[in-house]
């Protein structure tokens, strides 16, 4: 069992940052792919970023590369998504999420169905 805790979220114009964090309890964080999805008022989850295992492999979605990090130390059993340049389209809730992927090391994973664990999400404010 995983449990994710978001944070970091908040209210910033656009063109500015941050830096969101999840926090994983558990002592096999390390065998958990973790991904970033976001979810606007009136629209479905929509997957932002992933990393695998040990964070060697990332994948983003296309409005976002170049724009937005994930990472993790799995040593702190953490998982980042920095955002910067932000726009008011990026405006949504964000969910960290953690996939059982033993015997994976090197792989991510993009659809929602595919995850085992969620956070409560935090909310992103991108003003014009």
């Known amino acids: 069992q995983v449990q994710l805790v978001e944070s970091g979220g908040g209210l910033v114009q656009a063109g500015g940052s941050l830096r969101l964090s999840c926090a994983a309890s558990?002592?096999?964080?390390?065998?958990?792919?973790m991904g970033w999805f976001r979810q606007a008022p009136g629209k479905e989850r929509e997957f932002v970023a992933a990393?695998?295992?040990?964070?060697?492999?990332?994948y983003y979605l296309d409005s976002v590369k170049g724009r937005f990090t994930i990472s993790r130390d799995n040593a702190k059993n953490m998982v980042y998504l920095q955002m910067n340049s932000l726009k008011p389209e990026d405006t949504a809730v964000y969910y960290c999420?953690?996939?059982?992927?033993?015997?994976?090391?090197?792989?991510?994973?993009?659809?929602?169905?595919?995850?085992?664990?969620w956070g409560q999400g935090t909310q992103v404010t991108v003003s014009s």
């Open positions: 999420a953690a996939k059982q992927a033993a015997g994976y090391l090197n792989t991510y994973y993009t659809r929602a169905y595919e995850y085992d664990y």
């Open positions: 990393i695998s295992r040990r964070g060697g492999d990332t």
């Open positions: 558990g002592r096999t964080f390390s065998n958990y792919a």
